[in-house]
């Protein structure tokens, strides 16, 4: 799969948004920008343009422009997306084709706060972005922490960093068929921490500290995430239907809970 080298790797050849109008704004974006960046500007100058380079920059990768980002980019700069990728310039260039047919949508730059140090910059924003893939709708959160510096062509971007903003995902509707054969204890062996599993009112619970339990978000029959965690539980059970094992995905990693009698 070929990633996009911002939020939109999920989908291969690029995800997120696609709106015609974006490529009046990717367009003329390049030069109008470069001659904003002065130097000497005051600090609400100094926001205002990187706020208008930033969403400009977002917009231009719908319609795959490459000018805008081609412009603002030092020849030095190296971006490391939110799947861990480390890309430089040439690579991100290559990558910017424009969205694929299925998948529209946009992408807000919110909350930005420049800190300037020297011929430095370090910008730093939420991305809140809305899509439709194929007619399911999604919408996810990213940080990034661009940092730019001052060259006589004005403002470049000689680094860049985003990373997801984590958040519980909807419940699905699953069978619950075997939630009761889920509650338990769960020990990391051979002698770690003990997890307990409760179910109350239908829904499942868990947590190290039975008196502060967090509900188990259901994304398949036997799989969860826990409220305010990352990382996925998928509960195994043997072939009389008796709870074995958990294994708890941490950031990608199998961590292993084993079924233990009750702790009394």
């Given at each position: 799969m070929t990633s996009i080298p911002f939020p939109w790797a999920r989908f291969g050849r690029g995800r997120g948004f696609a709106w015609a109008?974006?490529?009046?704004?990717?367009?003329?974006?390049?030069?109008?920008?470069?001659?904003?960046?002065?130097?000497g500007q005051s600090a609400g100058e100094l926001k205002g343009y990187f706020q208008r380079t930033e969403q400009s920059l977002m917009d231009a990768?719908?319609?795959?422009?490459?000018?805008?980002?081609?412009?603002?980019?030092?020849?030095?700069?190296?971006?490391?997306?939110?799947?861990?990728?480390?890309?430089?310039k040439k690579e991100l260039l290559e990558q910017l084709t424009g969205l694929p047919p299925g998948l529209?949508?946009?992408?807000?730059?919110?909350?930005?706060?420049?800190?300037?140090?020297?011929d430095f910059a370090v910008v730093r924003f939420r991305m809140n972005e809305t899509e439709t893939v194929f007619g399911q709708?999604?919408?996810?959160?990213?940080?990034?922490?661009?940092?730019?510096?001052?060259?006589?062509?004005?403002?470049?971007?000689?680094?860049?960093?985003?990373?997801?903003?984590?958040?519980?995902?909807?419940?699905?509707?699953?069978?619950?068929?075997?939630?009761?054969a889920f509650a338990g204890t769960y020990q990391l062996l051979p002698n770690?921490?003990?997890?307990?599993?409760?179910?109350?009112?239908?829904?499942?619970?868990?947590?190290?500290d039975p008196k502060q339990l967090k509900r188990l978000i259901p994304i398949g029959p036997n799989v969860f995430t826990r409220e305010g965690s990352l990382g996925e539980w998928v509960f195994c059970l043997d072939e009389?239907?008796?709870?074995?094992?958990?294994?708890?995905?941490?950031?990608?990693?199998?961590l292993v809970w084993t079924a233990v009698p009750r702790h009394s």
């Open positions: 109008f974006l490529a009046v704004v990717a367009a003329a974006g390049s030069a109008a920008l470069q001659g904003q960046a002065a130097a990768v719908a319609v795959g422009n490459k000018a805008l980002w081609n412009d603002v980019l030092d020849e030095a700069c190296v971006v490391t997306n939110e799947e861990g990728e480390v890309l430089g529209s949508g946009a992408i807000e730059v919110v909350d930005l706060t420049v800190q300037p140090a020297g709708h999604l919408k996810t959160g990213y940080r990034s922490t661009d940092t730019f510096v001052r060259r006589d062509a004005g403002w470049k971007m000689i680094a860049s960093h985003q990373s997801v903003v984590t958040s519980d995902p909807p419940a699905q509707e699953v069978s619950r068929r075997d939630w009761p770690g921490w003990v997890l307990h599993v409760a179910m109350k009112d239908g829904e499942l619970y868990a947590g190290r009389k239907g008796k709870a074995t094992k958990i294994v708890e995905l941490r950031k990608f990693e199998p």
